[in-house]
C-alpha cells in the first residue's frame, strides 16, 4: 500500500512540475549548495558505478547498493523512455544504449550519469531514486542532531548541472521522509547530486 501511495504523489508531482532545469529553476552556484554527507559509520558502497543497456522496448533498470545489502540508488528506465541520443538522434525500436552511473565522491550523494546528452521521453521520463538512510543526519554539521537538521531534511532534493558548469538546478524530487528516500523524474543525462 506505501508504494502505491508513493506512486500516485509521484505521478501527481510529475504532472505538476518540470524538471527540464535552467528554464523552470533558479541557479545555485556549487559554493553555495550544501551537499548531503554519507554518515561515516555507513557501511561502505558494495560498487562506485554501475552500468546497464537501455532497450526502446523494455523496461531496464540499475541497482546500486551498500557492502550491507541496502539499497543507495535506483535508476529506472521504462520501456519508452529512451527519446533521444547524445548526438540529437532519436531512438529506433528496440535500439539500446548503455548507461552508467558513477559514485563521483563516495563521501558525498553526488553522481555522474553517462553517455552525457542522452534524454528521455517527456510523456515517460527515466525515474531516479536516491535512499539517504546512511547519510550523516547532522545536516548542518554542528555536531547536534536536532530540529535544524529536521528541517534541513525537509528541504533536501536532487539538482542537476550540466559539467564543466558550475551551478545547479533544484529538480523537485518527492521526499519521502519517513523511508529516507527521494524520487525525481529525469529529462536527461548530467551530474546530480543529494543536497540542500
Partial sequence: MRRLIQRLVLLALAACSDNAGPATAPAVPTSQ?????????APPLAASSGSFLAKVG???????????GQEFM????PSDGLWRKPDGSSFQPGEEILITVTIVDPARFVFDFEPTGLQFNPSDQARL??????????FNGDGTVDAEDARIES??????REPPD???FRLGAVNFESSEELNANIASFT????AW
Avoid: C, G, M, S
Avoid at 550544501?34 to 561515516?40: T, Y
Avoid at 536516491?130 to 550523516?136: F, G, S, V
Avoid at 528541504?155 to 542537476?160: E, T, Y
Fill in 155 to 160: 528541504q533536501l532534493d536532487i539538482w542537476r
Fill in 33 to 41: 549548495l550544501h551537499f548531503v554527507l554519507q554518515d561515516p559509520a
Fill in 129 to 138: 531514486k536516491i535512499y539517504y538512510y546512511n547519510a550523516d543526519h547532522d
Fill in 74 to 77: 535506483r535508476f529506472e528506465v
Fill in 166 to 168: 558550475t551551478v545547479w
Fill in 191 to 194: 551530474d546530480h547530486a543529494v
Fill in 58 to 68: 523494455e523496461n531496464r533498470e540499475l541497482r546500486l547498493f551498500y557492502q550491507n
